[in-house]
C-alpha cells in the first residue's frame, strides 16, 4: 500500500515563481525522504528531513515536516525549466521495511 | 563511483521468451531494490536484498518473477514466461543499511522493457 500520497499530481508553474509539493503519509516515520524523477531516467534523492526535524534546506530546496500532520512540503524557490521533472516522496520507517514511495507529482516549468 | 548500474536498457521481446534483467549496486552498499514503474501503478516494489539475502519478495507479482544475487555485486530480476502486462521501467536501487530500513536510496538508470 502507498505509504505517502503526493498532492497535486501536477502543476505547471512559470520560469521564477516557486513550486510547492504536499506529500501526506499515514504511520510514524522514521524519515521522509524526496526524490526528483526526469523522464526516462532513475530517480535521484534530493534532501532527507528526520522526523525530529520540521525545516530542512538544500540550495533553493526547503522541506518541511509536520509529524501532528502526518505530512510534508517540498518547496522550489526560483524555479528553472530544468526543474521539470516528477518529484516523489518516500517514507523511511525503523525495523525491517524498505522506503515507501508515492506516486509522485509532475512538475512542469515553463520558460 | 560509477553508481548502480543496469542491463540492457532497453529489451523487446514477444510474449513467451525468458527476459533477465542484470542489476550491479553500488560497491559497499548491502541492500538491493528492484521496482517497477508503470503510468498505471507508479513505482512498484518487487524485491529487496539485505547482505544477498531475499528479505521481502511480497511484490513479486506471481511465480513467473523470479530474483537472485549471487554476491555483493550482481543481481538479476528474471521473467519466465513474459507477457505483455510486464511491458514496464524495471528499476534497481541500493543503499547502505545499518538499523534503519529508511535510507536513502540510489536509482540504476531503469530497463524500459517491452513484451509484445
Known amino acids: 500500500s502507498q505509504q505517502g500520497e503526493e498532492d497535486p499530481q501536477a502543476l505547471s508553474i512559470q520560469e521564477g515563481e516557486n513550486a510547492t509539493m504536499n506529500c501526506s503519509y499515514k504511520t510514524s516515520i522514521n524519515n521522509l525522504q524526496w526524490y526528483r524523477q526526469n523522464s526516462g531516467r532513475g530517480l535521484v534523492h534530493l534532501i532527507l528531513?528526520?522526523?525530529?526535524?520540521r525545516e530542512k534546506h538544500s540550495g533553493r530546496l526547503r522541506v518541511t515536516l509536520d509529524t501532528s500532520k502526518k505530512s510534508s512540503s517540498l518547496l522550489i524557490t526560483a524555479s528553472r525549466a530544468a526543474d521539470t521533472a516528477s518529484y516523489f516522496c518516500?517514507?523511511?520507517?525503523?525495523?525491517?521495511?524498505?522506503?515507501?514511495f508515492g506516486k509522485g507529482t509532475r512538475l512542469s516549468v515553463i520558460a | 563511483d560509477a553508481g548502480v548500474i543496469q542491463s540492457p536498457r532497453h529489451e523487446v521481446t514477444e510474449m513467451g521468451q525468458e527476459v533477465t534483467l542484470r542489476c550491479k549496486p553500488i560497491?559497499?552498499?548491502?541492500?538491493l531494490f528492484w521496482y517497477r514503474q508503470t503510468m498505471m501503478r507508479g513505482l512498484e516494489l518487487l524485491i529487496y536484498?539485505?547482505?544477498?539475502?531475499?528479505?521481502?519478495d511480497s511484490g513479486m507479482p506471481e511465480d513467473r518473477f523470479s530474483a537472485k544475487m549471487p554476491n555483493a555485486s550482481f543481481s538479476t530480476l528474471k521473467i519466465q514466461p513474459s507477457e505483455p502486462r510486464d511491458s514496464a521501467v524495471y528499476f534497481c536501487?541500493?543503499?547502505?543499511?545499518?538499523?534503519?530500513?529508511?535510507?536513502?536510496?540510489?536509482f540504476g538508470p531503469g530497463t524500459r522493457l517491452t513484451v509484445l
Open positions: 560497491s559497499g552498499h548491502n541492500s
Open positions: 528531513i528526520r522526523s525530529n526535524e
Open positions: 536484498f539485505n547482505n544477498n539475502v531475499p528479505i521481502d
Open positions: 536501487a541500493s543503499s547502505f543499511t545499518r538499523d534503519s530500513r529508511g535510507d536513502t536510496q540510489y
Open positions: 518516500a517514507t523511511g520507517k525503523l525495523g525491517n521495511t524498505p522506503l515507501v
